[in-house]
T-cell receptor
Framework: QKEVEQDPGPLSVPEGAIVSLNCTYSNSAFQYFMWYRQYSRKGPELLMYTYSSGNKEDGRFTAQVDKSSKYISLFIRDSQPSDSATYLC?????????????????FGQGTILTVHP | DAGITQSPRHKVTETGTPVTLRCHQTENHRYMYWYRQDPGHGLRLIHYSYGVKDTDKGEVSDGYSVSRSKTEDFLLTLESATSSQTSVYFCAIKGEGTDTQYFGPGTRLTVL
C-alpha cells in the first residue's frame, strides 16, 4: 500500500464548477502538506502549502487538512480552462526517531483535471 | 521562477550506455533532489543531497548514482541505462527553514 493515495482521475468539469481534489495518507509523522500544479510537459509548481490541520485560502484555491482522518483536500472555485493540469499532493514531516527528514517529499500519483469551456 | 536548469532537456540513448543528467541552480540552496515521474506513480525520489558531497538514497535508487562537488550542481548518472529507466527526470531544490521544493523543467529520457 502506498503511503499517499490520490485518485488519478481523469476529472472533467465544466467551466465555473467547484473542483474537489483529495489525498489520503497513512504516515502519522506527516505534518507539512503541499499541492503542486503541473502543466503538460512542465515541472511541478507549488500551489498551496499548509502546516498541520486546518484550512488555508488563496484566491480561488482552498486547502484543507484533517490530520485525525489523514485526509487532505484542495478546492478550486469558479474553475477556469487555465486550471486544466495535473494536481499533485505532497507531504513531509519528521524523519526516523523524530530527526530531520531532509525535506524529502512523498507525492500522490496526481489527478488529471480538465476544465472545458 | 526558481533558478533551476536541467540538461539535456531530451535524450535518446541505447540500453547499456552510461548517461549523466545535470541539474544547475543559481539559488545557493543547500538541498537538491532527483525524482523520476512515470504514469501511475507520480514523482518518486531517486537520490537527494543535503550539502556538497553529502548525498543519500531515495525510494528508487537502484541503477542510479549521484554526485555533488559544488553547491550549484547535482549530477545524476545511470551507469548502464535500461529500458525501465525511460522516464521524465526532475530536479528540485529547497532552502533552509522551509519545506517547499521548487522544480526544474525536467529531462525526458528514452532508453531504446
Amino acid at each position: 500500500q502506498k503511503e499517499v493515495e490520490q485518485d488519478p482521475g481523469p476529472l472533467s468539469v465544466p467551466e465555473g464548477a467547484i473542483v474537489s481534489l483529495n489525498c489520503t495518507y497513512s504516515n502519522s509523522a506527516f505534518q507539512y502538506f503541499m499541492w503542486y500544479r503541473q502543466y503538460s510537459r512542465k515541472g511541478p509548481e507549488l500551489l498551496m502549502y499548509t502546516y498541520s490541520s486546518g484550512n488555508k485560502e488563496d484566491g480561488r484555491f482552498t486547502a484543507q487538512v484533517d490530520k485525525s482522518s489523514k485526509y487532505i483536500s484542495l478546492f478550486i472555485r469558479d474553475s477556469q480552462p487555465s486550471d486544466s493540469a495535473t494536481y499533485l499532493c505532497a507531504m513531509t514531516g519528521l524523519g526516523n526517531a523524530g530527526g530531520t527528514s531532509y525535506g524529502k517529499l512523498t507525492f500522490g500519483q496526481g489527478t488529471i483535471l480538465t476544465v472545458h469551456p | 521562477d526558481a533558478g533551476i536548469t536541467q540538461s539535456p532537456r531530451h535524450k535518446v540513448t541505447e540500453t547499456g550506455t552510461p548517461v549523466t543528467l545535470r541539474c544547475h541552480q543559481t539559488e545557493n540552496h543547500r538541498y537538491m533532489y532527483w525524482y523520476r515521474q512515470d504514469p501511475g506513480h507520480g514523482l518518486r525520489l531517486i537520490h537527494y543531497s543535503y550539502g556538497v558531497k553529502d548525498t543519500d538514497k531515495g525510494e528508487v535508487s537502484d541503477g542510479y548514482s549521484v554526485s555533488r562537488s559544488k553547491t550549484e550542481d547535482f549530477l545524476l548518472t545511470l551507469e548502464s541505462a535500461t529500458s525501465s529507466q525511460t522516464s521524465v527526470y526532475f530536479c528540485a531544490i529547497k532552502g533552509e527553514g522551509t519545506d517547499t521544493q521548487y522544480f526544474g523543467p525536467g529531462t525526458r529520457l528514452t532508453v531504446l
